[in-house]
């Protein structure tokens, strides 16, 4: 299974961005897709998760439909759409998926990483 996230980049505070990470290979189940985000210095935290059945939940500091996480299950897709973006939200945003492949066992995947920048 690999994860390849897309969509990041240079924005000014205020803007928007939306992130976007296919999941592809041999994929039996895709329990949840999500995004995680790591600014220099500090640790990987988890912004916005979603099941397979539309449950979500988000980083309080995104939520208020700031950020609004969903995905497209028949493209093994999840989509962040990022609004009112701020120079905290700078970091590097790392798709996940917890999904089971061709054994049947449900493991953790991690996508690459998409530089995020909010400049003012």
């Known amino acids: 299974v690999q994860l390849q996230a897309s969509g990041g980049g240079l924005v000014q505070t205020g803007g928007s961005l939306r992130l976007a990470c296919a999941a592809s290979?041999?994929?039996?189940?895709?329990?949840?897709m999500g995004w995680y985000r790591q600014a220099p210095g500090k640790q990987r935290d988890v912004v916005a998760t979603?099941?397979?059945?539309?449950?979500?939940?988000y980083l309080d500091s995104v939520k208020e439909g700031r950020f609004t996480i969903s995905r497209d299950n028949g493209k093994n897709t999840v989509y962040l759409q990022m609004n009112s973006l701020n120079a905290e939200d700078t970091a590097v945003y790392f798709c996940?998926?917890?999904?089971?492949?061709?054994?049947?066992?449900?493991?953790?995947?991690w996508g690459q990483g998409t530089q995020v920048t909010v400049s003012s």
């Open positions: 996940y998926a917890y999904v089971a492949g061709r054994d049947f066992v449900p493991r953790d995947y």
């Open positions: 979603i099941t397979s059945t539309g449950r979500t939940k």
């Open positions: 290979g041999s994929i039996i189940s895709n329990f949840v």
